[in-house]
C-alpha cells in the first residue's frame, strides 16, 4: 500500500492526486534526481524553501548513477516531498526479482550496483516502496490542474488516465505503464509541440536528458537537466516554470 501523507488525497484510476500543504505553501518540481541528493538540497535552499509548508513533486528517478541513491530512497519518507515512479523505480523492483534486468540495471551505464550491494531485506524494502509509487500525480495548485508522469503522456486528455485501472493495459502493443516510464516518443515526435494535453495547465516530465534546460513539446515540460551527467539539477515552481513558456 502508498504510505500515506497528509497531501495525499484520493486515487483515481492510475492519478495520485495530492495537495498543497498549506494555502500559503508553494509547489516546486524537480527533475530526475539520480542520487543527487547533496546538490537537491543545496538547491532547495536557492530557492528559499520553506520546508514546513513548501512542497516538491519530483518526476522519478530517484536513484542510480550517482552515490546519493540511499539518501534519495530516503526522501519518501518526508512529508514535503512526493514522486511518481520513473523507469530506474521499476529497474529496482524488477530486478528484484528478475536476475537477467538485475544484470542490466547493474551496468555502469545505467548505475544500479548500489541496489544489489544492499541486504535483502533492505532490497525488498526499497523494492516495495518504489512499486507503490504511482505512475501518475495531479495537483490543484493556485487555480490550476498540472500533471506529472516520469516518461511520456499517451492519450490527448489528462483524465483518460481516470478510466485505466489496470497499468498493464495495451495501447498500440505497449503497456500504459511502459509508456507512462519507459517511452520517449513524445519527446522525439518533433509535431508534438503543437499538441496540448487537456484537463491540465502543464504536465511535467522528466527522463528524457534536456542538457541544462527546460525542453517543451505543446503543454508538456521536460524537466530532466541531466545532473548526473554533469549539468544542472532543475528545481523550479510550477507557475514560474508555465509563466517562461507562457502557459
Same mark, same amino acid.
Request: with cysteine.
Given at each position: 500500500m502508498?504510505?500515506?501523507?497528509? &497531501?495525499?488525497?484520493?486515487? &483515481?484510476?492510475?492519478?495520485?492526486r495530492v495537495?498543497?500543504?498549506?494555502?500559503?505553501?508553494?509547489?516546486?518540481?524537480? %527533475?530526475?534526481?539520480h542520487?543527487c541528493y547533496?546538490?537537491?538540497?543545496?538547491?532547495?535552499?536557492?530557492?528559499?524553501?520553506? @520546508?514546513e509548508?513548501?512542497? &516538491?513533486i519530483?518526476?522519478?528517478d530517484?536513484?542510480?548513477?550517482?552515490? %546519493?541513491?540511499?539518501?534519495c530512497? %530516503?526522501l519518501?519518507e518526508?512529508?514535503?516531498?512526493?514522486s511518481v515512479?520513473?523507469?530506474?523505480?521499476?529497474?529496482?523492483v524488477?530486478?528484484?526479482?528478475?536476475?537477467?534486468?538485475a544484470? &542490466?540495471?547493474?551496468?555502469?551505464?545505467?548505475? %544500479?550496483?548500489?541496489?544489489?550491494?544492499?541486504?535483502?531485506?533492505?532490497?525488498?524494502?526499497?523494492?516495495q516502496?518504489f512499486?507503490?509509487?504511482?505512475?501518475?500525480?495531479?495537483?490543484?495548485?493556485?487555480?490550476d490542474?498540472?500533471?506529472f508522469?516520469?516518461a511520456?503522456?499517451?492519450?490527448q486528455?489528462?483524465?483518460?488516465l481516470?478510466?485505466?485501472?489496470?497499468?498493464q493495459?495495451d495501447?498500440?502493443?505497449?503497456?500504459?505503464?511502459?509508456?507512462?516510464?519507459?517511452?520517449?516518443?513524445?519527446?522525439?515526435?518533433?509535431d508534438?509541440?503543437?499538441a496540448?494535453?487537456?484537463?491540465?495547465?502543464?504536465? @511535467?516530465?522528466?527522463?528524457?536528458p534536456?542538457?541544462?534546460?527546460?525542453?517543451?513539446?505543446?503543454?508538456e515540460?521536460y524537466v530532466d537537466?541531466?545532473?548526473?551527467f554533469?549539468?544542472?539539477?532543475c528545481?523550479?515552481?510550477?507557475?514560474?516554470?508555465?509563466?517562461? @513558456?507562457?502557459?
Open positions: 502508498l504510505m500515506s501523507k497528509e &497531501v495525499y488525497l484520493d486515487r &483515481v484510476g492510475l492519478v495520485q495537495k498543497p500543504r498549506s494555502g500559503q505553501g508553494r509547489i516546486f518540481v524537480v %527533475g530526475d534526481l542520487g547533496e546538490t537537491f538540497m543545496e538547491k532547495l535552499v536557492l530557492v528559499g524553501f520553506d @520546508f509548508h513548501d512542497l &516538491v519530483a518526476v522519478g530517484l536513484c542510480d548513477r550517482s552515490r %546519493g541513491s540511499l539518501q530512497v %530516503g519518501l518526508e512529508p514535503w516531498f512526493v515512479k520513473g523507469n530506474h523505480e521499476d529497474f529496482c524488477m530486478g528484484s526479482v528478475n536476475e537477467d534486468i544484470r &542490466v540495471h547493474k551496468d555502469p551505464r545505467n548505475g %544500479g550496483a548500489w541496489f544489489y550491494e544492499l541486504g535483502e531485506d533492505q532490497r525488498r524494502e526499497i523494492a516502496k512499486y507503490d509509487l504511482p505512475l501518475a500525480i495531479e495537483v490543484e495548485y493556485k487555480g490542474r498540472y500533471g508522469t516520469h511520456d503522456m499517451p492519450f486528455n489528462w483524465e483518460d481516470y478510466h485505466i485501472q489496470d497499468p493495459t495501447l498500440h502493443g505497449r503497456s500504459v505503464s511502459d509508456w507512462l516510464m519507459w517511452s520517449r516518443f513524445g519527446y522525439d515526435t518533433p508534438k509541440d503543437t496540448l494535453i487537456k484537463g491540465v495547465r502543464a504536465l @511535467f516530465h522528466g527522463h528524457c534536456t542538457l541544462g534546460t527546460i525542453q517543451k513539446r505543446g503543454n515540460l537537466f541531466g545532473e548526473c554533469g549539468y544542472d539539477l528545481v523550479i515552481e510550477l507557475n514560474e516554470a508555465c509563466e517562461a @513558456f507562457n502557459l
